[in-house]
C-alpha cells in the first residue's frame, strides 16, 4: 500500500471507527487514542467559536452535533483556525434540524462565526479611517465589516431569550473598529440598504443620496439627506466605512 493509500485509510478509520470486533484489541487501543485526540480538537476549537450556541445543547446532544459534523463534512481546508468556516458550510449545505435543535440553530451558528471571521481577517489592502469632520470625496464598505440579515433578533437570543419561530428580517452590521475590537450594531431596513450600497462599488456622498433615494422615494429626500449624514459619520469614524481623500489628508 503507497503512503497516500495509508494516510487515507487512516483517515477513514479515525473518521469512521471499524465495526465493533473488526480491529484487534491492540490496534483498537492505539487507534481510540487518535480517534479521542483529533475529536476533542474539533470539539474545542468549535464550542470555543460558538459559545451561545453551545449553551442550548445538553452535552451530548451537542457532540452528537459535532461527531456528525465531523464525519460527514469533507474540509477543504488543514487549518485549525478555518474549523468554523467549515462548520459553517456544514450547517448551511443541507444539515437538517432535529428535535434537539435550536430553530434558530444555523442563524445563530452563522452571527457567532461572523464575529470570529472579522476579529482574524486579513485584508488584501490596507484599512483607512476618516479623521476628519464632514464626507470624504469617495467612501466604501470596509473589508472589515459584514451585512447580515436573518428571520430572528440573534443579537437577544441568550437564557432569557429563546425563540420558537422564526419572524421579521433583523439586519446586523458587524465590523472591526480602529482598535481591532469587532462591533455590531442592529440596523433598520433603511441602514442596511445604505451598507448593501456601499457594498458595491466607491462612492461619494451625492451619488449615495440619490441611490437611496431612487428605492424609497417616500421618504422626505431632505431628512434622507440629514439621517445619512449621521449615520455614515459614525460609521466613518468608527471604521465600518472607510474612506479615500483625493490628497489622502484625514486618512490614516
Known amino acids: 500500500m503507497s503512503?497516500?493509500?495509508?494516510?487515507?485509510?487512516f483517515a477513514r478509520s479515525v473518521r469512521y471507527p471499524s465495526p465493533q470486533g473488526a480491529e484487534d484489541a491492540d490496534t483498537k487501543r492505539r487507534m481510540d487514542i487518535y480517534r479521542s485526540l483529533f475529536f476533542n480538537n474539533v470539539n474545542g476549537f468549535i464550542q470555543n467559536g460558538f459559545p451561545v450556541l453551545h449553551s442550548f445543547y445538553a452535552e451530548e446532544e451537542w457532540e452528537r452535533l459535532v461527531r456528525q459534523f465531523f464525519t460527514e463534512h469533507q474540509c477543504t481546508s488543514p487549518y485549525f483556525i478555518h474549523i468554523s468556516q467549515e462548520f459553517i458550510?456544514?450547517?448551511?449545505?443541507?444539515?437538517?434540524?432535529?428535535?434537539?435543535?435550536p430553530v434558530f440553530l444555523k442563524?445563530?451558528?452563522?452571527y457567532e462565526w461572523l464575529e470570529l471571521a472579522l476579529s482574524v481577517r486579513e485584508p488584501q489592502q490596507p484599512v483607512t479611517?476618516?479623521?476628519?469632520?464632514g464626507m470624504p470625496d469617495t467612501m466604501m464598505a470596509s473589508p472589515l465589516s459584514e451585512l447580515a440579515g436573518y428571520p430572528y433578533a440573534v443579537h437577544k437570543i441568550g437564557p432569557d431569550y429563546q425563540p420558537d419561530s422564526p419572524g421579521g428580517m433583523h439586519y446586523y452590521l458587524l465590523y472591526r473598529d480602529p482598535q481591532h475590537n469587532v462591533q455590531f450594531q442592529h440596523l433598520s431596513p433603511l441602514s442596511a440598504l445604505t451598507m448593501e450600497l456601499l457594498a458595491t462599488q466607491p462612492t461619494d456622498f451625492t451619488t449615495l443620496a440619490k441611490a437611496l433615494h431612487e428605492k424609497v422615494p417616500d421618504i422626505d429626500?431632505?431628512?434622507?439627506?440629514?439621517?445619512?449624514?449621521?449615520?455614515?459619520?459614525?460609521?466613518?469614524?468608527?471604521?465600518?466605512?472607510?474612506?479615500y481623500d483625493t490628497d489622502n489628508s484625514g486618512v490614516e
Open 3 to 9: 503512503l497516500p493509500d495509508q494516510l487515507n485509510a
Open 107 to 110: 442563524e445563530m451558528a452563522h
Open 129 to 133: 479611517y476618516w479623521r476628519q469632520s
Open 89 to 101: 458550510e456544514y450547517l448551511s449545505n443541507g444539515y437538517q434540524l432535529t428535535e434537539h435543535d
Open 221 to 243: 429626500y431632505d431628512t434622507l439627506i440629514n439621517g445619512l449624514q449621521q449615520v455614515l459619520s459614525g460609521w466613518l469614524q468608527g471604521g465600518a466605512v472607510t474612506a
